[in-house]
């Protein structure tokens, strides 16, 4: 999916701080400590291996302005930065934007993966955010307007609906074995939101991010964990980032260090587009 989110732009003081946390950034390494580095030196060029993916990768388009934009963008364009190199974008899809680093067609994913056992197996990440469930309700349903946490729904007085073969299944099962559970097909939305809507369901899970769109859009409900509309659960977690192939040991760490000083500006563009979308 291409998102453009016209009115998004980073923050002024969040570009001020990148820039000036950017300048203590840890130099790059010297020629001949990381193979891949004095590679990318040479070419002129960071290939990064880009599929829109919002918050954090967005395509633009229109035809016009910046073709990519977000968090992963900006974390890519410090290190061509700081490497002296221009960045190009590398376009892949879902099957391939793994394979392009062991066939040396990108030196690096931006495209948001999340952090699997599997991926470790043959990739190294640089994380800097993560994904994790929220579960939301009526707010006029007395069981979650009067809930405190996600555990009082492991009951049996409770309905919860989930999507079958969706990523959440497998948790909600897990996450509330004494709790009525109701499967719904997937229907090509963020979350089975008509069940509760409906009265079918009391609650439902869904990532957090389009959560707040959702909030947005349906008045009425109410969702748990807690305190800053959700965004700080923990619930499936998984951390989310870029990808470099296995065995680069200084130019991994090297990145890693990249992004530590880039983290608070990343971490508001996110919001941001979060909060645009």
């Not at 931006?110 to 993560?130: A, C, G, K, M, Q």
């Not at 509760?196 to 409900?221: E, F, H, S, Y």
Request: glycine share 6%; hydrophobic share 45%; net charge positive.
């Amino acid at each position: 999916m291409h998102l453009r989110l016209p009115g998004f732009r980073p923050s002024v003081a969040g570009l001020l701080f990148g820039l000036s946390a950017a300048a203590f950034a840890q130099t790059p390494p010297a020629a001949g400590v990381s193979p891949r580095i004095d590679a990318i030196k040479k070419a002129g060029v960071l290939r990064a291996a880009v599929l829109s993916n919002p918050p954090w990768l967005l395509q633009n388009t229109s035809g016009s302005g910046d073709a990519w934009s977000g968090p992963a963008w900006s974390l890519a364009n410090e290190v061509a930065k700081q490497l002296g190199v221009k960045l190009q974008a590398v376009p892949v899809s879902h099957e391939t934007k793994v394979p392009v680093l062991a066939s040396n067609q990108a030196d690096m994913t931006i495209s948001p993966l999340s952090v699997t056992p599997e991926r470790l197996n043959v990739v190294d990440f640089v994380t800097y955010s993560r994904t994790a469930l929220c579960v939301f309700g009526r707010a006029d349903n007395p069981k979650v307007a009067n809930a405190k946490s996600i555990d009082e729904f492991n009951s049996p007085d409770i309905t919860v609906a989930y999507f079958t073969g969706g990523g959440e299944e497998n948790w909600v099962k897990k996450r509330f074995p004494k709790a009525k559970l109701r499967a719904v097909s997937i229907a090509g939305t963020a979350a089975p939101v008509e069940e509760i809507i409906a009265k079918r369901a009391d609650v439902t899970p869904i990532n957090r991010v389009p959560w707040q769109a959702l909030n947005r859009k349906v008045k009425g409900l109410k969702a748990l964990p807690d305190g800053n509309n959700c965004q700080d659960s923990v619930e499936m977690a998984a951390d989310i980032g870029l990808a470099i192939d296995k065995n680069q040991p200084a130019f991994l760490n090297w990145l890693r260090e990249v992004e530590k000083t880039l983290a608070p500006r990343l971490a508001s563009e996110e919001k941001q587009v979060i909060d645009s979308m």
